[in-house]
């Protein structure tokens, strides 16, 4: 579960170094000085519905996958980014939180206030988490890009990519839910 503490904070590194970047610098009169404006390709901006992840999967469809009771879905929000838990049912709890998870969902939406667009956005932080991730191992046909780390399984697909971990450790758990998850995104 640490890796989507990471994930999280690398998400909103980018999603801050975003903000206002699309703000090019203009010359002062006559000092012949550069801007430091984009290319016109990459400051394209596509509008990218930013995705709830809790939306994606049923209660009954985490437990129908994983064999397990959960609790019913909870969802945090941070920028772009769109966590659900489905906790165990037999956890011991802290407040109302369980300190075990079944399956933990994450959706990452590329943003519009990205100096290269939200498909960029998407890129580069999976880029970037990958880079960081360790020993991965490439996992075919679930997307355009996905890769397994030995607890969580990440897929790129255009200016989205997922995060699934299971609690167990179960590559195979982990990818008949992103293929569901897959199938119901914009």
Do not use: H
Not at 22 to 32: E, V
Not at 119 to 144: C, Y
Not at 145 to 153: C, F, N, P, S
């Amino acid at each position: 579960m640490r890796v989507g503490y990471f994930l999280a904070a690398g998400l909103v590194a980018l999603a801050a170094c975003s903000e206002g970047s699309d703000k090019t610098s203009a010359p002062s009169a006559g000092d012949g000085a550069a801007t430091n404006t984009p290319p016109a390709a990459a400051t394209e901006q596509t509008e990218v519905a930013q995705v709830d992840a809790c939306s994606l999967l049923a209660k009954a469809e985490i437990e129908a996958t994983t064999g397990r009771a959960v609790l019913r879905p909870s969802e945090e929000r941070t920028a772009e980014l769109s966590t659900c838990s489905y906790g165990d049912l037999e956890s011991p709890k802290i407040g109302d939180r369980p300190l075990i998870d079944v399956a933990k969902l994450s959706v990452f939406s590329g943003g519009n206030g990205y100096y290269a667009g939200p498909l960029k956005q998407a890129q580069d932080g999976f880029d970037m988490i990958e880079r960081n991730a360790g020993n991965v191992t490439p996992v075919e046909g679930i997307s355009e890009r996905a890769y397994w780390t030995g607890d969580t399984l990440r897929a790129l697909r255009g200016a989205y990519f997922i995060e699934v971990e299971v609690d167990g450790d179960s590559r195979e758990m982990a990818e008949k839910i992103a293929t569901q998850m897959l199938a119901r995104m914009p």
